[in-house]
């Protein structure tokens, strides 16, 4: 199949849609195929077959090609896929082409820090406003930024075109913020604040929790704990592995642990 090189629509000239209608499953993993092919072109590499690429993005490698098979890229049979081409088509559905500009509201130290960050720049951002309502924090400098009050958001965010909103303020402020940034136009929301926003129907959310992610961490903790605890987990599992002649720790439980269910 034909790949097509930079000013072209991907897609186009193989009848598929030039914007896919992408499940959202395959939407989350192409930032991370991206994030591959942009260390795969650093190291010179020009071409990549499905099972590196997948590999080098911790999935398997039918998902991914049917993920870029969405894309109309199917890569070539003993060859695999062109690394800049796919790099164009992916940053092309992702939008990120745009430059988008975000804006950032609450430098407390979750804010600050994202502040600093410099990757957004590289991956298609551009962080043009910061937003706080603490006196104490308007007029701060910020990584070349001025911290301006939340009751300028709406101008500012009408001067800049900004795309998207990012919250890194205390969860009681949370909803009052997002209305803020819809009332100036912005339709997609990055929410580090914990809690659910209430949004229009055109509005899109992204919510990034610190907490809930440890806690989810915790039950595959809790569930190795348990499985290691339970007659045939995995100290069955060292004593099939262990070489001959050595002593097999068995069934045992290790210490006073407790199967799941005792």
Known sequence: MSQQRHGSTPGEADGVPAFPDLPEATIARLPEYLRALHHLAETGAETVSSEGLAAAAGVNSAKLRKDLSHLGSYGTRGVGYDVA??????????????NRAVCLVGVGNLGHALAGYAGFASRGFRVVALFDADPKKVGEEINGLIVQHTDDLERIAAEESIAIGVIATPPGTAQAVADALIAAGVTSILNFAPGVLSVPPNVDVRKVDLAIELQILSFHEHRKASLTALPGGRAAAVAADAAPGKAAPGNAVPGNQEAVGS
Not at 85 to 98: A, M, N, R, T
Request: net charge negative; proline share 0%.
């Open 85 to 98: 081409l796919l790099v164009y088509q992916i940053e092309y559905i992702l939008g990120l082409d745009k």
